[in-house]
C-alpha cells in the first residue's frame, strides 16, 4: 500500500509504539581481508586486490584473519557481551554479482559475542540502556556499478562493473534485541546508539568508523504496535544508513509512514527500503528473506573459533576508558553543558578537540573552531570533520596566535580558510597571505587619521565626551584595513588624537 499523505510524527505516536532494532556494520581496519592474504588499502585499481579465495575460485581454502578475531572479541567485551568459548563460521547463501562465492562467510546461531548492552546518553543527559543480541564477525562483499539505468540501481541498468577489492573484508555487525520504551524519543535513541557504538569503535582502535566512508552503516529496523499492547508489528528493515542524521530521520519517517499505512487498515510488508538523502524519505527494496531461504549451514572449509579464557582476560585488560565516561570527565574539565557535549559528539569532535587540547589550544578555543568554523565547512563539503585537511596541531597553532595577539578571529578565519585549501600550515599561510594584525603605530596612524578626517561630525561626538561613538571609527579603520588592524589599539589611538580618555 502507498501512502500519499503522510500523518504527523505526533498523530503516530500518540496511537502507536514504535519498536526498533539496529544492526551496525563496521569494516575493520585490520591490513589485511578477513579470510585471506589480500590487502585491504582503498583507492587502488578495481580488482588488484583479490586472490582466488575472494574471489570463490573453486578449491581455494580461507583461513581466518587472528586480528579479525581479536577485534571482534574487544567490540564484544566493550559491549559488554559474553565471549563464545566456541563458535563457527556459517554460510549464508545468496546470489548477488558482487558476492563471488555465492554466499557470505558470516555466523548465525553461533556468533563469537552475545547478550550484551550499551548505555547511551540522551540530550537531557538521562542514560539508555540499549540491549545487545549479539556481534559477530562476516565479510564485506564486492562493489557493484549499474551504468544505464536512471537510478544507479540494477534494475533498467544496461550492463554493471564489478570491483571485488572489497570482497572480503572483515565486518563486524552488532544486532540490538529490539528497543522498546524509547516512545517519542525513538529517533533521538537511535542516533544517541549509532553515535555511541561510532565512539567506542574508534577508542577502541578496531576501525576510524567513518560513517561517509561506508565504514560503519547501519540497518534500521522498525514496526509499530498500538499503544499499550505487548506483541510486535510487521518490521520494516531500512538499509545502509550512512550518518548519523540520516539514522534518526529514517526512524521518523517510517514511524509515519507506518503508522499511515496502519491507520488507514493497511498491513505493513516485512522488506527492505531504501533511504533518500534528499527528502529523508525511504521506498520499497525487496521483499525481505526469511533466514531459512539464505539455507545457513556451517562453514566446513574453516576450523571453529576456541579463544582461550586467557586471551579474552588479556583482551579485556587492554580495554579503553569508555567513551562515556570519557565525554563525562571532558565535560567537566571542558565546562560545557550535556547539550553542548552531544553536540560535539554528534558532530564527531570529541578527539579532535582533545587533541586540540593536547597540542597546547584552551579547550574554549579549541570548541570554538572545531564547532564553528570547521563544522561549517564540513558541513558545506559533506564530510566528517575528522577528514577536514586541517590537523588538530594546525588548530592549536591558529589559536596560539590569536591568543598571543598576531590574529584576530577575522584573520584567523582567513588562515583556517588558506589551510584546508592546501595553502600551507598556519605560519605559512599568515607569510603567503600577509594576514598579521598591524599594531604598530606608525602603519596605523595614517588610517586613524583618515578616518577622522572622513567622519569628522562623529569626531566632533566623540571630542564632546561621547566615547561610545568610537566604535564607528575603529570600523572604519578596521575596514580600511581590510580587518588587519589590532582593534584595541586601534581604539586607543583614535581616543588620544582626538584629546579624549578611554
Ligand atoms: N518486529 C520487530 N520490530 C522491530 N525490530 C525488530 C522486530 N523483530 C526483530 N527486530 C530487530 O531487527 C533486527 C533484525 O536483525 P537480524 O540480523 O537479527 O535479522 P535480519 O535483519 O533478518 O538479518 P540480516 O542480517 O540478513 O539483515 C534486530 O535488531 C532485531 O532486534
Ligand atoms: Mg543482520
Ligand atoms: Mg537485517
Given at each position: 500500500?502507498?501512502?500519499?499523505?503522510?500523518?504527523?510524527?505526533?498523530?503516530?505516536?500518540?496511537?502507536?509504539?514504535?519498536?526498533?532494532?539496529?544492526?551496525?556494520?563496521?569494516?575493520?581496519?585490520?591490513?589485511?581481508?578477513?579470510?585471506?592474504?589480500?590487502?585491504?588499502?582503498?583507492?587502488?585499481?578495481?580488482?588488484?586486490?583479490?586472490?582466488?579465495?575472494?574471489?570463490?575460485?573453486?578449491?581455494?581454502?580461507?583461513?581466518?584473519?587472528?586480528?579479525?578475531?581479536?577485534?571482534?572479541?574487544?567490540?564484544?567485551?566493550?559491549l559488554n557481551c559474553e565471549i563464545a568459548e566456541w563458535c563457527r563460521f556459517a554460510r549464508k547463501n545468496y546470489f548477488y554479482p558482487d558476492m563471488p562465492k555465492n554466499f557470505q562467510t558470516s555466523q548465525y546461531d553461533e556468533p563469537i559475542a552475545f547478550n550484551g548492552y550499551l548505555d547511551v546518553q540522551l540530550e537531557d543527559g538521562e542514560v539508555f540502556r540499549v540491549e545487545i543480541e549479539r556481534a559477530h564477525m562476516e565479510e564485506d562483499?564486492?562493489?557493484?556499478?549499474?551504468?544505464?539505468?536512471?537510478?544507479?540501481?540494477?534494475?533498467?541498468?544496461?550492463?554493471?562493473?564489478?570491483?571485488?577489492?572489497?570482497?572480503?573484508?572483515?565486518?563486524?555487525?552488532?544486532?540490538?534485541?529490539?528497543?522498546?520504551?524509547?516512545?517519542?524519543?525513538?529517533?533521538?535513541?537511535?542516533?544517541?546508539?549509532?553515535?555511541?557504538?561510532?565512539?567506542?569503535?574508534?577508542?577502541?582502535?578496531?576501525?576510524?568508523?567513518?560513517?561517509?566512508?561506508?565504514?560503519?552503516?547501519?540497518?534500521?529496523?522498525?514496526?509499530?504496535?498500538?499503544?499499550?499492547?505487548?506483541?510486535?508489528?510487521?518490521?520494516?528493515?531500512?538499509?545502509?544508513?550512512?550518518?548519523?542524521?540520516?539514522?534518526?530521520?529514517?526512524?521518523?519517517?517510517?514511524?509515519?509512514?507506518?503508522?499511515?499505512?496502519?491507520?488507514?487498515?493497511?498491513?505493513?510488508?516485512?522488506?527492505?527500503?531504501?533511504?533518500?538523502?534528499?527528502?529523508?524519505?525511504?521506498?520499497?527494496?525487496?521483499?525481505?528473506?526469511?533466514?531459512?531461504?539464505?539455507?545457513?549451514?556451517?562453514?566446513?572449509?574453516?576450523?571453529?573459533?576456541?579463544?582461550?579464557?586467557?586471551?579474552?582476560?588479556?583482551?579485556?585488560?587492554?580495554?579503553?576508558?569508555?567513551?562515556?565516561?570519557?565525554?563525562?570527565?571532558?565535560?567537566?574539565?571542558?565546562?560545557?553543558?550535556?547539550?553542548?557535549?552531544?553536540?560535539?559528539?554528534?558532530?564527531?569532535?570529541?578527539?579532535?578537540?582533545?587533541?586540540?587540547?593536547?597540542?597546547?589550544?584552551?579547550?574554549?578555543?579549541?570548541?570554538?573552531?572545531?564547532?564553528?568554523?570547521?563544522?561549517?565547512?564540513?558541513?558545506?563539503?559533506?564530510?566528517?570533520?575528522?577528514?577536514?585537511?586541517?590537523?588538530?596541531?594546525?588548530?592549536?597553532?591558529?589559536?596560539?596566535?590569536?591568543?598571543?595577539?598576531?590574529?584576530?578571529?577575522?584573520?584567523?578565519?582567513?588562515?583556517?580558510?588558506?589551510?584546508?585549501?592546501?595553502?600551507?600550515?598556519?605560519?605559512?599561510?599568515?607569510?603567503?597571505?600577509?594576514?598579521?594584525?598591524?599594531?604598530?603605530?606608525?602603519?596605523?596612524?595614517?588610517?586613524?587619521?583618515?578616518?577622522?578626517?572622513?567622519?569628522?561630525?562623529?569626531?566632533?561626538?566623540?571630542?564632546?565626551?561621547?566615547?561610545?561613538?568610537?566604535?564607528?571609527?575603529?570600523?572604519?579603520?578596521?575596514?580600511?584595513?581590510?580587518?588587519?588592524?589590532?582593534?584595541?589599539?586601534?581604539?586607543?589611538?583614535?581616543?588620544?588624537?582626538?584629546?579624549?580618555?578611554?
Open positions: 500500500m502507498t501512502v500519499t499523505e503522510l500523518v504527523s510524527y505526533e498523530d503516530a505516536l500518540a496511537s502507536y509504539d514504535p519498536v526498533m532494532g539496529l544492526e551496525v556494520h563496521v569494516e575493520l581496519g585490520t591490513k589485511t581481508k578477513m579470510f585471506c592474504g589480500c590487502s585491504t588499502e582503498l583507492g587502488a585499481d578495481p580488482n588488484t586486490q583479490t586472490c582466488p579465495v575472494c574471489l570463490g575460485m573453486p578449491g581455494a581454502l580461507p583461513v581466518v584473519n587472528a586480528i579479525g578475531v581479536e577485534s571482534a572479541i574487544k567490540i564484544g567485551l566493550a562483499t564486492g562493489k557493484s556499478t549499474h551504468v544505464g539505468g536512471a537510478t544507479g540501481r540494477i534494475h533498467g541498468a544496461q550492463h554493471s562493473l564489478l570491483d571485488y577489492n572489497r570482497a572480503g573484508i572483515p565486518l563486524i555487525e552488532i544486532v540490538t534485541k529490539p528497543i522498546e520504551g524509547a516512545g517519542e524519543r525513538a529517533p533521538e535513541v537511535a542516533k544517541a546508539y549509532v553515535a555511541e557504538l561510532r565512539e567506542l569503535i574508534k577508542a577502541l582502535g578496531v576501525s576510524e568508523a567513518r560513517m561517509e566512508m561506508g565504514q560503519m552503516r547501519c540497518d534500521v529496523n522498525l514496526s509499530l504496535r498500538p499503544n499499550g499492547t505487548e506483541k510486535f508489528g510487521t518490521r520494516s528493515e531500512t538499509k545502509n544508513v550512512n550518518s548519523l542524521r540520516s539514522v534518526e530521520r529514517a526512524v521518523r519517517f517510517e514511524v509515519q509512514r507506518h503508522a499511515s499505512v496502519l491507520s488507514a487498515g493497511g498491513t505493513i510488508v516485512q522488506e527492505t527500503r531504501h533511504f533518500h538523502e534528499e527528502d529523508g524519505s525511504t521506498t520499497s527494496g525487496r521483499i525481505k528473506e526469511e533466514a531459512e531461504d539464505y539455507r545457513y549451514f556451517p562453514e566446513p572449509d574453516l576450523v571453529p573459533v576456541a579463544p582461550s579464557r586467557e586471551w579474552v582476560e588479556e583482551l579485556r585488560g587492554t580495554l579503553p576508558e569508555l567513551p562515556r565516561v570519557r565525554r563525562n570527565r571532558l565535560r567537566e574539565e571542558w565546562g560545557v553543558s550535556e547539550h553542548d557535549m552531544q553536540s560535539i559528539l554528534n558532530a564527531g569532535a570529541v578527539d579532535l578537540i582533545t587533541a586540540t587540547v593536547e597540542a597546547g589550544a584552551d579547550s574554549a578555543a579549541a570548541r570554538k573552531w572545531w564547532m564553528g568554523e570547521l563544522a561549517r565547512s564540513a558541513n558545506e563539503s559533506g564530510t566528517d570533520l575528522a577528514a577536514l585537511p586541517i590537523t588538530p596541531a594546525q588548530v592549536a597553532r591558529v589559536a596560539a596566535l590569536v591568543a598571543e595577539g598576531s590574529l584576530n578571529d577575522k584573520l584567523a578565519r582567513q588562515v583556517i580558510e588558506g589551510v584546508l585549501a592546501g595553502e600551507g600550515g598556519p605560519d605559512e599561510v599568515v607569510e603567503k597571505r600577509g594576514l598579521k594584525v598591524v599594531s604598530d603605530d606608525s602603519a596605523l596612524g595614517a588610517a586613524v587619521d583618515e578616518a577622522i578626517a572622513a567622519n569628522a561630525g562623529i569626531a566632533d561626538k566623540i571630542r564632546a565626551g561621547k566615547v561610545a561613538a568610537a566604535g564607528a571609527l575603529v570600523g572604519a579603520v578596521m575596514k580600511a584595513t581590510r580587518g588587519q588592524a589590532d582593534a584595541a589599539r586601534v581604539r586607543e589611538l583614535i581616543l588620544e588624537r582626538l584629546g579624549v580618555e578611554g
